[in-house]
């Protein structure tokens, strides 16, 4: 096992990777947004306790070594820490380093300055930041520890749940974005679903004229997008896996594509009821039916045990073409 130093050494590398990927990744928040440098800027004036931003270089530069170091004595602690615990650094572990850093800055930047440094910022720019140089920490160190990486092929032949799951609500996610765009672009719109989606949830937009069109908008939707089908894929494939045993469960199907429905359109009708007019109920409708039937054909197609366990029990169940 390596020395104390080493890990030290190690993980002050990790650390300065780490920052240099959360620096690369707010100067192309700014720069697309038209302000380059804008954050280091911010955030010098909140450390420096000035009530407005600078500009300068001086103040920029100050904040940068500031940030580097911040991250390199991180990166010390997080590797002596996983040394210490006899842990091989993982993604899910930056992950979860990513989302610890997300609230040691909210909660820090309230506490010590009275800043929201989140707010001011934006918590989808944040967040989205703070997990990417959790993961590049963590896979530093992964790489530094010399530990064979585990494939995610691999990964995935060993856990059908998960694989089908995955596969299925990937899918579906793919399927229901591409139907809005189809929809946007015949509207002269492009893109306005994910960004008047995404201006309601992160910014809580009461209208169509507060929507942002932004990218970081359009990106932060479409990755919650993605996550949230995955978990419908997840729940799906367990019920087919279930359904093989138990063949009645299968109408569970139909129970989740009415529950899914009526939660999405209802949370819509609560959190921000112009987004049914802005949208069009319909075209969510359409777009919910659309991702049944994806989830559906696929785990479908992958469950014969559960086709024939349905003959069995009598079901009349032709297969999707």
Same mark, same amino acid.
């Given at each position: 096992?390596?020395?104390?130093?080493?890990?030290?050494?190690?993980?002050?590398?990790?650390?300065?990777?780490?920052?240099?990927? *959360?620096?690369?990744?707010?100067?192309?928040?700014?720069?697309?947004?038209?302000?380059?440098?804008?954050?280091?800027?911010?955030?010098a004036s909140v450390v420096?306790?000035?009530?407005?931003?600078?500009?300068?270089?001086?103040?920029?530069?100050?904040?940068?070594? =500031?940030?580097?170091?911040?991250?390199?004595?991180?990166?010390?602690?997080?590797?002596?820490?996983?040394?210490?615990?006899?842990?091989?650094?993982? =993604?899910?572990?930056?992950?979860?380093?990513?989302?610890?850093?997300?609230?040691? *800055?909210f909660y820090g930047g309230?506490?010590?300055?009275?800043?929201?440094?989140?707010?001011?910022?934006?918590?989808?720019?944040?967040?989205?930041?703070?997990?990417?140089?959790?993961?590049?920490?963590?896979?530093?160190?992964?790489?530094?520890?010399?530990?064979?990486?585990?494939?995610?092929?691999?990964?995935?032949?060993?856990?059908?749940?998960?694989?089908?799951?995955?596969?299925?609500?990937?899918?579906?996610?793919?399927?229901?974005?591409?139907?809005?765009?189809?929809?946007?672009?015949?509207?002269?719109?492009?893109?306005?679903?994910?960004? /008047?989606?995404?201006?309601?949830?992160?910014?809580g937009a009461r209208g169509?004229?507060?929507?942002?069109?932004?990218?970081?908008?359009?990106?932060?939707?479409?990755?919650?997008?993605?996550?949230?089908?995955?978990?419908?894929?997840?729940?799906?494939?367990?019920? /087919?896996?279930?359904?093989?045993?138990?063949?009645?469960?299968?109408?569970?199907?139909?129970?989740?594509? =009415?529950?899914?429905?009526?939660?999405?359109?209802?949370?819509?009708?609560?959190?921000?009821?112009? *987004?049914?007019?802005?949208?069009?109920?319909?075209?969510?409708?359409?777009?919910?039916?659309?991702?049944?039937?994806?989830?559906?054909?696929?785990?479908?197609?992958?469950?014969?045990?559960?086709?024939?366990?349905?003959?069995?029990?009598?079901?009349?169940?032709?297969?999707? =073409?």
């Amino acid at each position: 096992m390596k020395s104390p130093r080493s890990w030290a050494l190690r993980g002050g590398f990790a650390g300065i990777l780490a920052a240099t990927a *959360l620096a690369l990744w707010f100067l192309v928040v700014d720069s697309v947004e038209g302000r380059p440098f804008h954050t280091p800027a911010f955030l010098a004036s909140v450390v420096l306790g000035h009530a407005t931003n600078l500009d300068s270089g001086p103040a920029v530069a100050l904040y940068t070594v =500031v940030h580097y170091v911040a991250f390199a004595g991180l990166g010390v602690g997080v590797a002596l820490a996983v040394r210490g615990a006899h842990r091989i650094p993982t =993604v899910l572990l930056g992950a979860l380093l990513g989302f610890l850093l997300f609230d040691l *800055l909210f909660y820090g930047g309230v506490v010590l300055t009275g800043v929201d440094v989140v707010r001011a910022l934006g918590w989808p720019e944040v967040l989205v930041g703070n997990t990417l140089a959790g993961l590049v920490l963590m896979v530093t160190l992964r790489w530094e520890s010399g530990a064979e990486p585990i494939g995610l092929h691999e990964l995935l032949a060993h856990h059908r749940i998960v694989r089908e799951g995955l596969v299925a609500g990937v899918a579906a996610a793919i399927a229901v974005a591409l139907w809005f765009l189809i929809v946007d672009t015949i509207r002269g719109r492009v893109l306005f679903t994910p960004a /008047a989606l995404g201006s309601a949830l992160f910014y809580g937009a009461r209208g169509v004229g507060e929507v942002r069109m932004t990218l970081i908008t359009v990106l932060g939707y479409t990755a919650l997008h993605f996550v949230a089908f995955a978990i419908a894929g997840l729940l799906a494939a367990t019920l /087919a896996t279930e359904a093989e045993r138990e063949p009645p469960l299968v109408l569970a199907f139909a129970l989740l594509f =009415v529950t899914f429905e009526a939660l999405f359109i209802g949370l819509l009708a609560i959190a921000a009821n112009w *987004l049914l007019d802005a949208l069009s109920w319909s075209m969510i409708a359409v777009a919910n039916l659309l991702a049944t039937l994806v989830i559906g054909g696929y785990l479908w197609r992958e469950h014969p045990d559960l086709r024939r366990a349905l003959r069995e029990e009598g079901f009349e169940i032709e297969r999707p =073409v």
